[in-house]
T-cell receptor, first 110, second 115 residues
Framework: GIQVEQSPPDLILQEGANSTLRCNFSDSVNNLQWFHQNPWGQLINLFY???GTKQNGRLSATTVATERYSLLYISSSQTTDSGVYFC????????????FGTGTRLTIIP | DTGVSQDPRHKITKRGQNVTFRCDPI?????LYWYRQTLGQGPEFLTYFQNEAQLEKSRLLSDRFSAERPKGSFSTLEIQRTEQGDSAMYLC?????????????FGPGTRLTVT
């Protein structure tokens, strides 16, 4: 199956700092989504981005499908950004199932 | 606009008991997915439905697990003869009809603890 690797596994930053999270995948994909998992376990959709660049407020994401990676940028971090960030992909011809990475745990210190 | 809902949110059961979870997808979403997440890992795919048809099952879904979506609306996931290894968060997601690929929206999950 497709492999999804996220880096770094853990990131601790001061409030106000910027960060870049990376997702590498091993095969062509139809779909790529970024999620934020809050402390209660809810997965919140951040971006649906199989290719290209999108921005939503302080967050933006870029997927370079031909090079098999995606980046999530968080600017001016706030304590509410803390949590685990997951990248998930649907392999091309992969029957719609998402394969998740192991996540990046982000901790924002006031 | 309500999101995906799951019930119960938490379930504690003794080993050997049967449990059933329910998922209500977003209105008019015809695709419904079940995932399982263990501590420190990302969610893993279990099965999915298009309307009432179950189209794929992961090999993670042993014979003790069964999922249904009888009328193409809500879905249930039953685990028979629970084992301690079944302790996990069970997540449900749905996606709308239309052309692939499909963005998936997740519910709050059901956290199962088997004692």
């Amino acid at each position: 199956g497709i492999q999804v690797e996220q880096s770094p596994p853990d990131l601790i930053l001061q409030e106000g700092a910027n960060s870049t999270l990376r997702c590498n995948f091993s095969d062509s994909v139809n779909n790529l989504q970024w999620f934020h998992q809050n402390p209660w376990g809810q997965l919140i959709n951040l971006f649906y981005i199989p290719s290209g660049t999108k921005q939503n407020g302080r967050l933006s994401a870029t997927t370079v499908a031909t090079e098999r990676y995606s980046l999530l940028y968080i600017s001016s971090s706030q304590t509410t950004d803390s949590g685990v960030y997951f990248c998930a992909v649907e392999r091309r011809f992969g029957n719609e199932k998402l394969t998740f990475g192991t996540g990046t745990r982000l901790t924002i210190i006031p | 606009d309500t999101g995906v809902s799951q019930d119960p949110r938490h379930k504690i059961t003794k080993r050997g008991q049967n449990v059933t979870f329910r998922c209500d997808p977003i209105s008019e979403h015809n695709r419904l997915y079940w995932y399982r997440q263990t501590l420190g890992q990302g969610p893993e795919f279990l099965t999915y439905f298009q309307n009432e048809a179950q189209l794929e099952k992961s090999r993670l879904l042993s014979d003790r697990f069964s999922a249904e979506r009888p009328k193409g609306s809500f879905s249930t996931l039953e685990i028979q003869r629970t084992e301690q290894g079944d302790s996990a968060m069970y997540l449900c997601a749905s996606s709308p009809p239309g052309l692939a690929p499909y963005e998936q929206y997740f519910g709050p999950g059901t956290r199962l603890t088997v004692t």
